[in-house]
């Protein structure tokens, strides 16, 4: 659907290839933008101050991003916030032209007054109501995985911190620049929720994070996936039927 939308009121090309990290954000940001207003005019304010306008042509991979919609407006805020520090201070150029591209198309009014900040954003009139939320890593198990086994714990901890390792790598160990969704893990009460699948399902959702580029850690049965925070919990266990598991 957003290609549709999009694509007539610009010049930019999508094609079916490998999708960036910075260009899955940005997608993820403009989908949420058209269910959120108030957050709409957020991420244009922060588009004309940081990104490029009038692109004349571009091409970019288009992937269905459900499954990494942001969940709130407090964790699209976020995000919105740390692109905006990547593309000024690292590589997000293609990020940048297709937030700009999309500021360009989009007839959004942006409201006046808006106060950026480090914690959230105050807009006179319609109150943004930012408040910490509860972030979970997602764990999904083949159906035929006994979670009752000890070592079913053990390939638990061991996945969640290998991608631990694995996103303070890819910083440089600068927790500053930590994805938002995975800091609030992080340095929160590290909380897991426990599905499970069928095999199949869970097959389909790994070619998908790997089609998307999204951090995802399994055992070697490929039988235990640990998943980035960044995944949208509902839209996934939705879209891949996955049945919650009580850890009580």
Known sequence: MLVNEFQKNTNINFQKTKIHYHELLAFSLIEYAKIDEV???????????????????????????????????????ERADWLMHEIANFNASRASLLLGAWSDSSSDVIAKQIVVGLVGIAVPGPTLGLIKRRVTMMVIVDDDVDINDVSFAVRTVEASQTMTLS?????????????????EWFFGDKEISIYKASTKKLLDLKDELKSLSIRYEHDNENKVFTVSPFVNERFTSLKYELTPV???
């Open 39 to 77: 957050f709409a005019q957020h991420l244009k304010y922060l588009v004309e101050s940081f990104a490029p306008s009038e692109v004349t042509h571009f091409s970019l991979p288009y992937h269905n991003v459900s499954v990494i919609l942001p969940r709130d407006r407090h964790s699209a805020v």
């Open 167 to 183: 996103e303070l790598r890819k910083v440089q160990g600068n927790m500053y620049r930590l994805e938002p969704d995975f800091s």
């Open 246 to 248: 009580s850890t009580e």
